[in-house]
């Protein structure tokens, strides 16, 4: 093991949630930290103070109960000694079940965190480049800026990292009627890959004449623009015609219903989200809905009546690598282990989870410079779960993700038939090993 004061220091670029909680948590392993921001020198279109963490798409980090995936992740963070958390905790207003912040009040709480902690310089000036120091955490957000984006699409030779993000819903596989859907690929090859919701003619129509009447979430400005045909929202598809979903995501051809011997008027075409099959993903379905009007449309499809969504699909623009081509469960690159990403642009999803990426990044990049070993948190806890997702899933689908509980295991020898009692349980089950996982990580030491 190195001791702290002969170690080179540890280079964080952005000072976003993820970027101050990895400095945070290599500054308590006793690492020195230099972490560059680009405020106020430069501001992305979307930030506006010169404080370190801002929100700018709300103030909420969504719910405390523990049916909720977040919630459960809140809480191993809390237990993770996380800067995020305190600051969350302390600058906290009311907001029911949900966890809310004052905005100004928890971005002036971290930024005199991190200006006071001795281990941290903070550095106000832009990366432009890939740091070549010893180790090095990228954590520069959905709205990293035009030259380090170029100089990770180099690195990462993903072709293409900047771009509008097209999220389609997820839904849980037990809300699915079963009795109205059925398996099968087109013309039977590749084997009986999807699950297949038919619509009849009338509803059809029906779905989109309510699909084109339904609210949609306006653009904020620096997210104007033109969307590659790839990734159109649904809803403006069906602004082009009334047959051009029927021809495009819905069609039906080579999708006969083994139930008629025929093929419907449409079909939605349902994808396996994760190993398990809990999961299942909308096929072609991104959209930039409201939530209540996803919930409310979707739900008019044949086999979805009662559909319970892991994830609403979003459209926005973003900035994210494809993480399980790129990246070991250490939040580490696969070609080059003195560089971890954290935050959205590893490939996660929200304030909570970002932050969460930040504190493992930060830890795991101090424990190389310190020489200790490093075990991530196991896939039962919200910590692994999100990294599970990130290293496992599917690279040729990969999308980033909030936590919920369809990332998951399943319970073992447990058959839970409430939905709040089989979260309750996985929740009960992640802060167990997560206490385990912790004390462990501390048996080991820790420099401070």
Aim: hydrophobic share 40%; aromatic share 8%; with cysteine.
């Amino acid at each position: 093991m190195n001791h702290p004061l002969d170690c080179e220091p540890l280079i964080v670029v952005g000072a976003g949630l993820a970027g101050c909680e990895a400095a945070w948590q290599a500054a308590e392993n006793g690492i020195r930290v230099r972490l560059f921001e680009m405020k106020p020198q430069r501001f992305s279109p979307a930030h506006h103070s010169e404080q370190l963490a801002e929100l700018v798409c709300s103030n909420s980090f969504r719910g405390i109960s523990l049916t909720n995936a977040v919630g459960c992740l809140k809480e191993e963070l809390r237990l993770c000694r996380s800067l995020f958390m305190a600051a969350a905790d302390a600058c906290q207003v009311e907001a029911g079940g949900s966890l809310a912040v004052d905005r100004d009040l928890f971005s002036a709480h971290i930024t005199e965190r991190i200006a006071r902690h001795p281990g941290i310089e903070l550095i106000r000036q832009e990366a432009t480049d890939i740091p070549s120091a010893k180790v090095v955490v990228i954590a520069s957000g959905p709205l990293t800026s035009g030259a380090l984006s170029e100089r990770i699409v180099a690195l990462t030779g993903s072709g293409q990292l900047y771009f509008y993000d097209a999220i389609a819903p997820i839904v849980e596989a037990d809300s699915i009627n079963m009795d109205k859907v059925w398996w099968g690929s087109r013309y039977d090859k590749g084997g009986a890959d999807y699950l297949n919701c038919p619509l009849t003619e009338e509803e059809y129509q029906h779905f989109v004449v309510e699909l084109r009447a339904a609210e949609k979430v306006p653009y904020r400005d620096f997210e104007k623009g033109l969307h590659f045909e790839g990734c159109m929202p649904i809803e403006i598809l069906a602004e082009r015609g009334e047959m051009t979903l029927a021809f495009g995501p819905m069609k039906p051809v080579g999708l006969k219903d083994p139930r008629t011997g025929t093929e419907p008027f449409a079909v939605v075409q349902l994808r396996k989200e994760n190993r398990a099959g809990t999961l299942f993903n909308l096929v072609g379905f991104q959209t930039k809905l409201t939530y209540p009007e996803q919930r409310r449309i979707f739900r008019l499809i044949p086999g979805l009546e009662s559909a319970s969504f892991a994830r609403l699909g979003s459209m926005h623009r973003n900035t994210y690598i494809n993480a399980p081509r790129c990246l070991l469960p250490t939040l580490q690159f696969k070609g080059r282990d003195d560089l971890f990403f954290a935050g959205q642009i590893s490939g996660v999803e929200g304030y909570v989870e970002s932050a969460a990426t930040g504190l493992l990044a930060g830890i795991a990049a101090a424990r190389k410079l310190l020489g200790m070993p490093w075990a991530p948190p196991p896939p039962t806890t919200a910590l692994g779960a999100l990294l599970t997702h990130l290293t496992e899933s599917d690279p040729e689908h990969f999308q980033p993700s909030n936590v919920h509980y369809g990332l998951f295991p399943p319970l073992i020898g447990k058959r839970l038939r409430k939905r709040t009692e089989r979260r309750t349980a996985l929740a009960q089950r992640a802060l167990e090993d997560v206490k385990k996982w912790w004390s462990e990580i501390e048996k080991q030491g820790r420099a401070y």
